[in-house]
């Protein structure tokens, strides 16, 4: 394509040079935008063999009816994730206020334990659309991390937003679908509160919020 680009250009150029002064000027006009068609003409077919081939590559999503509804009393589901992957803006879950103070700074909201008010787990620090907030029975720490926009992203690079297809490619199947058709990686016991993972909240498509937590 550069070699028949540069003798187009060597003939218009000659063209121009040798040819009389009579010649019409449009015809310089006239026989570049026939280069431009064609240049045209060829992209678009190089850019319908892409979307070809894209289409054929589709990836098949695991569905909620492919989990069962409940296991055995006591069963652990899943596995272990590495912390690295339980660790949002540089704080892993479970990680203590002061240890998330000290790596983040001053938060724009927060609500710290409170004897005299306390009537559930409402103690949190928030630093914009990331929430770290302390699950029942130990106030004194994060058990869960909430991402509410793209103010963050996973370890693995998934954010809200991104399409279920980028959370399979990055994370593979999920270890559960549940009922509200969250995807979880990770593991639990089932009837228990044990639990240690990422959620990937969605509406079908993308994901809406992202969930990290232990207990």
């Known amino acids: 394509m550069k070699k028949l680009t540069t003798s187009i250009l060597v003939a218009l150029f000659s063209v121009t040079i040798f040819t009389p002064t009579h010649v019409e000027a449009s015809w310089l006009s006239k026989t570049w935008k026939k280069v431009e068609k064609s240049w045209n003409e060829a992209g678009k077919q190089s850019g319908s063999t892409g979307m070809s081939g894209t289409s054929t590559s589709a990836i098949r999503l695991p569905q909620r009816s492919e989990y069962p509804s409940s296991f055995r009393h006591g069963q652990v589901v899943g596995q ?3 912390i690295q992957d339980l ?9 203590k206020y002061s240890e998330i103070r000290k790596a983040l700074g001053a938060p724009t909201e927060e609500r710290m334990y409170d004897p005299s008010s306390y ?3 409402n103690t949190f620090m928030r630093y914009g659309g990331i929430k770290y907030s302390s699950l029942m029975g130990d ?5 869960m ?11 693995r690079g998934i954010a809200v937003g991104d399409s279920l297809e980028a959370v399979y490619q990055a994370y ?3 270890n559960y679908i549940n009922s509200k058709n969250d995807w979880f990686y990770g593991y639990f016991v ?6 240690r993972g990422i959620y990937f909240e969605n509406d079908g498509e993308k994901v809406t919020k992202i969930r990290v937590v232990t207990s």
């Open 80 to 82: 272990s994730m590495d």
């Open 145 to 155: 991390i909430t991402i509410e926009n793209r103010d963050a992203v996973t370890y």
């Open 172 to 174: 593979g199947r999920p």
């Open 190 to 195: 089932w009837s228990s509160d044990a639990i």
């Open 87 to 95: 660790t949002i803006a540089g704080v892993p879950v479970n990680a």
């Open 119 to 121: 009537t559930g787990p």
């Open 139 to 143: 106030l004194d720490r994060a058990g």
